[in-house]
């Protein structure tokens, strides 16, 4: 695709059973400010079946036009038809910037996308901005480039990352980093309905069951108080105390990923970089070593108090307030202290 | 039935971080391991193997080194490896790397794809449904389980909040997780047997209907504006508490303080 015929901030609007994933708003609100820096406007991709009655919620939280695939084919996520779709919008729309969540669908999606027309994929950002860059080959830097900025290796390095000679340029974002703008009531988009046809073939999978998680899924990453566990919780019975003092605070439990990887709490809790980005205004590190990979996940918070046995865990480095300590007999003691002021304060 | 297992040689990041003036990795300079997710993958391959007698064959794209994985996989019960690697195929993105080994892939018969979800070094969960893109196969990735059926497979694939149980025809792709299984110990024996083993090596000549403009550095459409070190927030308050009722307390004070409470 040439470099001049492509404009628009484009998003792909991740939906779950016909509902917009929180990802989506997140995503147009980013889409929003690259938009005004380079006087375009956003485009939210919204795909599935029975999902244009959807439009209007894009359109509040800032998308100007929606462009809406509806097909039966798309009733569940399945990567070859919603590849076809996405591929088939690019093409037909020539976008010139193209945001897809980092999440389990969006990272298969955003990759079989981005391979198909060809053009680059910068993974699991957590900084987008307009700016300029002197590409491989170039005398003079370019204006108007999307700046993609990431983590790697584990969060010890950040890389910015730039897509100079091809279109559109694609980043996947992860959720819980940018902030959804104001709820506008009564917004609209313009609205194009666009069906690029869907003929299956050997790529498109079977779906024989869809089995839901059984545990209540909590959003960890709307949570302002969020009180972790780690290993030095030490079993799935021991996580009660976290409960506990969760319940007492206004709280929700999350883990890290060796509570997770030893069952003590589901996959969807985990807070880090295989986990989920959070930042609420008080994080407990209870028991928690905070190996960089976790502490990638839950660094922005506000407050971060972190309780561990072993004075030199790393989670000190980056705690507020460190307690040296055993988690299991001072996190009841709180709990107690916390029920008491709210019984008698 | 004939497995492929693409596996990824990465710095052990619990190690150093070393980078090259130009901003990519120095790659020579650090300690390495088999990518854990790549192990994953290739335990799920060697279950088929014990149950149907399947040839697993690995395969990386890496530096001269990257030879090591080959033969640690050997040892652990696949039967080949293929080493692919030139000078002209070094500073790769995710694009051209997935187009390398699609390339080197064209060579050999295959009915099942396997990789690992992610690499520790990039974390981008890219190149596996990219060569599923370039050589048109169906695709599964996040795979918690893999069982054979028939002319095909069944594969639980992991959501956020949920697992679809899917059913795809071979040849296929699926990249794996590595929370999906725990991977075996290499044997004494084959060990010994991978020392000695034969490794294929392939260079840029040996890969198939791919384009000099897709490859390595030059044929990355992404390009690094700048790397740098996380800049780490420092260190707050700290005490030790004698009593569980002296930490307690201090905790209380600070969310009073704050008023969380």
């Known amino acids: 695709m040439s470099l001049k015929q492509c404009k628009g901030v484009y998003i792909y609007v991740q939906q779950t059973d016909n509902k917009i994933d929180n990802i989506a708003f997140e995503l147009l609100g980013k889409a929003t400010e690259l938009a005004a820096d380079l006087v375009t406007d956003v485009t939210a991709v919204l795909v599935g079946f029975n999902v244009k009655g959807m439009a209007d919620e894009l359109a509040a939280y800032g998308a100007d036009k929606v462009i809406v695939v509806d097909d039966p084919v798309l009733k569940e996520y399945r990567t070859e038809p919603y590849t076809h779709a996405l591929t088939s919008v690019i093409k037909e729309f020539k976008p010139d910037i193209l945001l897809v969540g980092a ?108 089995v839901k998680s059984v545990s209540d899924t909590v959003d960890i990453q709307t949570a302002k108080i ?65 190996a960089i990979q976790h502490t990638a996940g839950m660094e922005e918070s506000d407050i971060i108090i972190a309780v561990n046995k072993d004075p030199d865990a790393p989670i000190f480095d980056i705690a507020d307030y460190g307690i040296v300590g055993d988690c299991l007999k001072i996190v009841p003691r709180l709990t107690q202290a916390i029920k008491w002021r709210y019984l008698h304060g | 039935m004939k497995i492929v297992v693409c596996m990824k040689q990465v710095p052990d990041t619990k190690g150093g971080v070393k980078f090259k003036p130009d901003g990519t990795l120095d790659r020579a300079a650090m300690l390495t391991i088999m990518n854990p997710d790549d192990k994953a993958g290739l335990e799920a391959a060697l279950r088929i193997k014990d149950e149907t007698g399947a040839e697993v064959t690995c395969i990386t794209m890496g530096l001269p080194k990257a030879e090591d994985i080959l033969r640690e996989a050997m040892a652990m019960g696949a039967d080949k490896g293929i080493l692919v690697t030139d000078r002209v195929l070094g500073g790769a993105d995710t694009w051209a790397t997935s187009t390398t080994i ?157 008023h969380v409470i």
């Not at chain 1, 080959?137 to 480039?145: A, F, H, S, V």
């Not at chain 2, 070094?121 to 596996?128: E, R, S």
């Not at chain 2, 090596?201 to 000099?212: E, F, P, Q, S, Y």
Request: glycine share 12%; proline share 5%.
């Open chain 1, 103 to 210: 999440t389990a669908i969006g990272r298969d999606l955003g990759p079989r996308v981005s391979a198909r027309v060809a053009t680059g994929l910068t993974a699991d950002c957590t900084v987008l901005e307009i700016g300029e860059f002197k590409a491989r080959g170039d005398k003079e830097p370019r204006q108007g480039q999307l700046l993609m900025t990431r983590p790697a290796f584990g969060g010890n390095t950040i890389a910015t990352i730039a897509c100079p000679n091809h279109r559109p340029q694609m980043a996947t974002v992860r959720p819980g980093v940018m902030q959804k703008q104001e709820k506008m009531a009564g917004a609209k988009a313009e609205i194009v309905e666009f069906n690029p046809g869907f003929e299956a073939n050997d790529k498109y999978v079977e779906i024989m069951e869809i």
């Open chain 2, 102 to 258: 699609a390339g080197a892939l064209r060579n050999i018969d295959y009915d099942l794809i396997i990789t690992g979800r992610q690499a520790i070094d990039g974390d981008t969960a890219q190149v596996g449904p990219q060569i599923a893109e370039h050589l048109d196969l169906p695709l599964i990735s996040y795979a918690q389980a893999i069982k054979l059926d028939g002319g095909g497979i069944i594969v639980n694939r992991q959501y956020d909040d949920r697992y679809h149980v899917l059913r795809a025809k071979l040849p296929c792709v699926v990249t794996v997780l590595a929370e999906s299984n725990k991977p075996r110990y290499m044997t004494p024996g084959g060990i010994f047997d991978a020392c000695d083993a034969e490794i294929t090596t392939w260079g840029r000549a040996d890969l198939k209907d791919v384009d000099d403009s897709n490859l390595g550095l030059a044929g990355s459409p992404t390009q690094i504006v700048k790397v740098f070190d996380k800049v780490r927030k420092g260190k707050g308050s700290m005490m030790t508490a004698e009593t569980p009722g002296e930490g307690a307390e201090y905790i209380f004070k600070i969310l009073c303080e704050k």
């Open chain 1, 226 to 290: 969020l009180v972790s566990g780690g290993r030095g919780v030490g079993s799935a019975e021991n996580f009660a105390l976290l409960e506990d003092l969760a319940a007492a605070i206004g709280g929700t439990v999350s883990c890290s990923r060796a509570a997770a990887d030893s069952g003590w709490k589901p996959k969807d809790r985990q807070v880090g970089q295989t986990g989920k980005t959070v930042r609420p205004d008080v994080y407990f590190a209870i028991g928690i070593s905070g």
